[in-house]
């Protein structure tokens, strides 16, 4: 799987726009790219996924880069409950069964 | 809808002594996924199910670890014996199929520790 690469952490203040960012230099063509948060003591939870186009769901917007090189996850009011870490992770749809693979993720902090 | 159902959520067992966890997925998931979190890091995936046939266990430490899925439907991880460094979070997720398209659900963990 290629591999992605996150900041370690970031801070944001409370009802203030996050953005959290994804490089995958080596993302192929067939490469989906996918988020999944962890919240503190939980399973890590599906946030949104995306091959070219930016995605905007209930959750978040995802927004790639023209050259697929890099990618944005937007949370457009952080909120506490938004406190957690968060995983780019490249998924291919090439063949049928690809897992999960979990780097370090982001940690996001929101502050009240 | 239930979610994935793991038991038990705590474990504390001495080395050299066997564990077995338990894990329920979302009714109608063909695709059963265990992994490993060691503190600090993401899950790293130890096995993967489909139905009630393995499909991927490469990274399963075959020497201690097992896993089954009997009919299809409830699985169990078994550590035997255990090693303090497989003090970690147990994870288990289920997706309705094995494909790239499908969302995997995860449970809350069972949380290890090996004195």
């Known amino acids: 799987d290629a591999k992605t690469t996150q900041p370690n952490s970031m801070e944001s203040n409370e009802e203030e726009p996050v953005h959290l960012p994804c490089n995958h230099s080596t993302i192929s063509g067939t490469d989906y790219i996918h988020w999944y948060r962890q919240l503190p003591s939980q399973g890590p939870e599906y946030v949104i996924h995306g091959l070219t186009s930016n995605v905007n769901n209930r959750m978040a917007s995802l927004a790639i880069a023209e050259d697929r090189k890099s990618s944005t996850l937007i949370l457009h009011r952080a909120t506490l409950r938004d406190a957690a870490v968060y995983y780019c992770?490249?998924?291919?749809?090439?063949?049928?069964?690809?897992?999960?693979?979990f780097g370090k993720g982001t940690r996001l902090s929101v502050i009240a | 809808e239930a979610g994935v159902a793991q038991s038990p959520r705590y474990k504390i067992i001495e080395k050299r002594q066997s564990v077995a966890f338990w894990c329920n997925p979302i009714s109608g998931h063909a695709t059963l996924y265990w992994y490993q979190q060691i503190l600090g890091q993401g899950p790293k995936l130890l096995i993967q199910f489909q139905n009630n046939g393995v499909v991927d266990d490469s990274q399963l430490p075959k020497d201690r670890f097992s896993a089954e899925r009997l009919k299809g439907v409830d699985s169990t991880l078994k550590i035997q014996p255990a090693k303090l460094e497989d003090s970690a979070v147990y994870l288990c997720?289920?997706?309705?199929?094995?494909?790239?398209?499908?969302?995997?659900?995860f449970g809350p963990g069972t949380r290890l520790t090996v004195t």
């Open positions: 997720a289920s997706s309705l199929a094995a494909g790239s398209h499908y969302e995997q659900y």
């Open positions: 992770i490249l998924r291919s749809y090439n063949s049928g069964n690809t897992p999960l693979v």
